[in-house]
């Protein structure tokens, strides 16, 4: 156990240690800190009132060395595809030709790209704060006060210069189209449970189907919402409904649908695109509360559909019937949803279908 008597600045929630070799960071709570010197080492210290106990940890590199070396490479086997799986995915936004809206499409893409000045500075900041409160306690703590009056200034005209504006002005009708098309996207928010399915996979072997409670198909799945969402650096006079996938959003405009995703955008107009309705019976160890339910079954049931005593841990699951949407294009769009009330995703079909 070593002791020592420590300087130190404090500027917001962190605290600079100050030593002739430069200045060391340290976070934690009163007693408890964890810190990095300014070679790099890690340690963990404890006490109060100056006299405290220290436990090196060492570098950061020199560890993830060690873990290395009983580290093995594994090896990498050749993915046979399932004849029996089907895959749902969507291109990248940045790969769909958008049908119409390229002046917006490459307005919101540029903006995508845009550098955000304010993150830099905030980023660039850091190591400055650092070096002066190294120099002089005062001026650390001038330039990070400065930095949290100047940075949100920035971040307003980054925004303003990266939003682009997109007003509509409905002819006859088309306001009416517009509330109907809200209103079939309501059932869809209406569910308890929304998925997105990503494969589905026909099972043929019978062990397969008893690992699954007698399912002959099972599903790939994410847990997903819909609700009313706003495009990032689009500003906009209406309200768009939105369904947040795993990795895109979709946003449900007037006149089509704006798709996105960490690549960019892609606009497709609804005439171009094909929804199609569905339903399917799914079995589930608890039961969405708006849900169906058609039959019950076993975690692992036997060849009359009864439960198998062989397991000891083989409790009674639902049948539920749920509602089936998919959303095709030619334009590589293809989405496979799930809704817990099979109601909803008809409705929500036959609505949007009417008017497109």
Not at 316 to 332: N, T
């Amino acid at each position: 156990m070593s002791m020592y008597l420590r300087k130190s600045i404090k500027v917001g929630p962190v605290r600079f240690n100050l030593s002739k070799s430069g200045v060391g960071i340290s976070a934690g709570v009163k007693g408890f800190r964890v810190g990095i010197r300014p070679d790099g080492s890690n340690y963990v210290h404890a006490g109060r009132h100056g006299l405290y106990y220290r436990k090196e940890l060492g570098k950061t590199n020199q560890r993830q060395n060690e873990t290395n070396e009983n580290y093995v490479e594994p090896q990498t086997v050749a993915q046979v595809p399932n004849e029996n799986t089907t895959v749902f995915k969507s291109e990248n936004a940045k790969d769909i030709i958008s049908d119409s809206k390229d002046e917006l499409i490459a307005k919101l893409n540029k903006s995508e790209s845009i550098f955000r000045l304010d993150y830099g500075l905030a980023i660039a900041m850091i190591p400055i704060c650092l070096y002066l409160a190294n120099i002089n306690k005062t001026f650390g703590i001038a330039a990070a006060v400065a930095s949290i009056v100047i940075i949100p200034i920035i971040s307003v005209f980054v925004r303003k210069n990266k939003t682009v504006n997109l007003e509509y002005s409905f002819e006859e009708g088309g306001e009416e189209k517009y509330k109907n098309i809200i209103s079939a996207f309501n059932h869809l928010a209406s569910c308890s449970g929304l998925w997105e399915v990503h494969e589905s996979t026909s099972l043929t072997d019978d062990h397969e189907k008893k690992r699954h409670s007698g399912a002959s198909n099972i599903k790939n799945r994410s847990k997903i919402s819909a609700g009313e969402g706003k495009p990032k650096w689009l500003n906009t006079n209406i309200k768009t409904p939105a369904v947040a996938l795993t990795k895109q959003q979709l946003y449900f405009m007037p006149d089509g649908l704006l798709f996105c995703d960490n690549s960019g955008y892609a606009f497709i107009s609804y005439d171009k695109i094909n929804i199609i309705y569905d339903y399917t019976n799914y079995i589930e160890e608890y039961a969405p509360s708006d849900t169906k339910i058609v039959d019950t079954t076993w975690r692992y049931p036997n060849k009359k559909g009864g439960p198998d005593k062989r397991f000891k841990d083989n409790y009674e699951m639902y049948v539920c019937e749920y509602g089936e949407i998919k959303i095709k294009s030619s334009y590589q769009i293809n989405i496979y949803m799930l809704t817990s009330k099979r109601s909803a995703a008809q409705d929500f079909v036959t609505i949007l279908n009417k008017i497109i």
